[in-house]
Structures are given as C-alpha cells and as structure tokens.
C-alpha cells in the first residue's frame, strides 16, 4: 500500500505544478493585457454644451457652440474662450483661428486667445485661413469673388479678383511667403481648374491649367505642387511646369483624405472610386508619400480615414481603429471602449478626437 501511494505522489505534484503554472499565465497575460490596453485605450473626455462645428489643429481642437469659440488641448483642459456672437464661421490652423459672419472678420491668436485684428471688410466674407505670415480672406460671391490678402496685424497688402472663377481652396506654401488658389471654371463646354501662385504684394508667379482631366485636389510635396486628378497626379513647380517624369497614375482612386500639416512631405490615402462617399465601407487603400505607393487592405471596414505623419488610421463606427504604418506590411486593429459617430481627426502627437453627439473623446494613439 506505501508503494502504491509513493507511485501516486508524483502525478499529483505535476497536477499542481500544472495548475499553478496555469494561474501564473494567466495573471501575467491580464497583467500584459491591462497595460497594453492602457496604452491604446487612455483616453480623456469632453463634454461641450453645443456643437456647431469643431476642427482638429495641432495641439487639440477649436470650437464653436453658437456664441462662443473655445481652444481645448490635448488634456482636455480649455486653454481659452472667445465670444464672437451668433452664426459664425471660423477655421483654425496651427497660426490661428479666422471667424467671421457677414462682413465682419475677427482674427485670434491660437495660443493666448487674444484678439490680433477685428474689422468690417467690404464684402461678405466666405472664409479666411490664417498663415505662418499673412491672412488670406476670400470675398463673396461665390462666382467672381475677390480674396483679399492681409498682414498679420490687418493691413491690406493686395486683393486678387477672380473674374468668372469659383474658388475651391487656397492657402500659403514656402513657409507662408507665397499663396496658392485652386478655382473652377464652369463657363465653358468643360469645367476646368486652374492652380495659381501668387507672392503677396506682387503679381502672379505661376499658374496651372490641366486640359487633361479635372483637378479636384492640391498637395504641396517640398517646393512642387502635386495636383490631384481623376486619372493621374502631376508635379509642378511654382511657375507651372510640370515634370512628366513623376506623372502617376491614379484612374480608379480617389484621394479620400492628406495629411496638410506636413508641407514638405504629406502622406495621402486613396480609396477605390466604389469604395468612397458612403456607399460601402472602405477596406482597400493605398499609401502615396514622396516614393511611397503602397496598398494594403484593412481588417474591418472603415468610415472614415486620417492621414497624420506616417501613419493611415482607419476608424470603423463598430468601435475599431486601424493603424497603417509606412514601411510595414502588417495593420494593427484595436478594439476601443466607446462608441463615436463622427472622426474629426487625429492631433500632432497621435490623439483622435471623435465624437458622440456633444460629447468628444480624446483617444491617445502613441
């Protein structure tokens, strides 16, 4: 009988080094799990009273509650508030907030709050985007509108007419020294965009007129423009010149979103033409950056997309995010603890701020 129990004794002490064994795996993948979790999960919430629109800048985010318009950072503290009064535009850029409604136009340092300029102009004011340098405010109407071109401090330097043109974007290049502006004229048989160049104070510097296809973007890669077609993209310099040597072809792709805080090199995404605008969720996208072109297909399907440095984040509304890398073959996918409908874009040190109604989240990506 002792031998029999002196047989047993070893199974019974691998059973329990077994269990135990089992119990440590366990704790330590919730112990890895826990801070891994943190490190996509950490997020901050905000709770604004109204949302009558809201822009993502560098540092967090700027926005308008029907009276009032509030710089909050990426800690979820407000740095500031301004009262600018009812039905209000404004845009924000990492150099400060426009704002504006009829013909008055107002102009706010993003870090201090302060106002730097506030006057009446002589039109009805469309919009404005504040550069590193000057302050470029678009005029009505809509057609045959005028943009006007201030030093930081107001003082009108020039005003450029645009005669049967409608302006579709503009904004500054060469660290601010020069202005750019892509309108549409639709007077002819076909509608066609031009991309202009001008240098504050001075006449035109260069111009652009594609006869090939319709120029729905512009993306500045250095000191060449990159404008966006239906079928190719094409690289400019600043008088118009194109070098077809860089010519790509991009017939079937739209670019669904670029990353316009990186001047010298953004990244863009495209998306299959069938895939874009809400007709079916987005899975396939291809990475165009300098001599990157690459496509990848993510593991869910996507509602919205964000360029931001190197990075695709892909964001599904089932509660996902995905998170392309340049120079890896492989998309990360997490899980996140809340749900949003609305990805207003992704900060300079990797916060997504997503929102809920009135409610916005500030999800830390790092």
Not at 303 to 314: C, K, T
């Amino acid at each position: 009988m002792e031998n029999k129990r002196a047989r047993r004794l070893p199974w019974a002490v691998v059973l329990l080094i077994v269990v135990f064994s089992c119990l440590v795996a366990f704790g330590a993948a919730q112990v890895w799990n826990r801070f891994h979790r943190q490190s996509i999960y950490d997020y901050k919430l905000v709770e604004i009273g109204a949302n009558d629109g809201l822009q993502v800048v560098d540092d967090g985010f700027v926005f308008y509650d029907g009276s009032t318009i509030s710089m909050v950072d990426t800690d979820a503290s407000v740095r500031w508030n301004y009262y600018f009064g009812a039905d209000a535009g404004f845009r924000a850029t990492r150099y400060g907030v426009a704002a504006w409604a009829d013909t008055t136009l107002t102009l706010i340092d993003s870090q201090t709050g302060t106002t730097t300029y506030s006057g009446t102009m002589d039109a009805e004011v469309l919009s404005a985007r504040i550069g590193e340098k000057y302050t470029a405010v678009l005029l009505g109407p809509e057609h045959n509108s005028t943009i006007v071109l201030m030093e930081k401090g107001g003082r009108k330097i020039n005003s450029i007419t645009l005669p049967r043109q409608t302006v579709i974007d503009y904004g500054f290049l060469s660290n601010g020294s020069l202005l750019w502006e892509m309108s549409l004229d639709t007077t002819g048989t076909v509608p066609s965009t031009t991309v202009n160049t001008y240098r504050p104070g001075k006449e035109i510097v260069g111009s652009i007129h594609d006869k090939e296809q319709l120029v729905y973007a512009t993306v500045f890669q250095s000191s060449y423009f990159c404008c966006v077609g239906e079928t190719h993209l094409k690289i400019y310099d600043y008088t118009g010149n194109e070098d077809r040597s860089k010519r790509r072809l991009v017939y079937g792709w739209y670019m669904a979103t670029v990353d316009e805080n990186t001047p010298d090199d953004p990244m863009m995404a495209f998306v299959p033409n069938d895939q874009y605008g809400g007709r079916s969720d987005i899975q396939d996208v291809r990475m165009i950056r300098a001599n990157l072109d690459r496509q990848l297909r993510m593991p869910y399907g996507c509602q919205s997309l964000i360029a931001r440095n190197d990075r695709v984040y892909g964001f599904s509304t089932q509660g996902y995010v995905m998170i392309a890398v340049q120079g890896q073959s492989k998309v990360n996918a997490y899980q996140l603890p809340m749900l949003f409908d609305q990805v207003y874009g992704v900060t300079l040190d990797n916060v997504a701020v997503l929102g809920s109604g009135n409610t916005i989240y500030m999800l830390n990506l790092s």
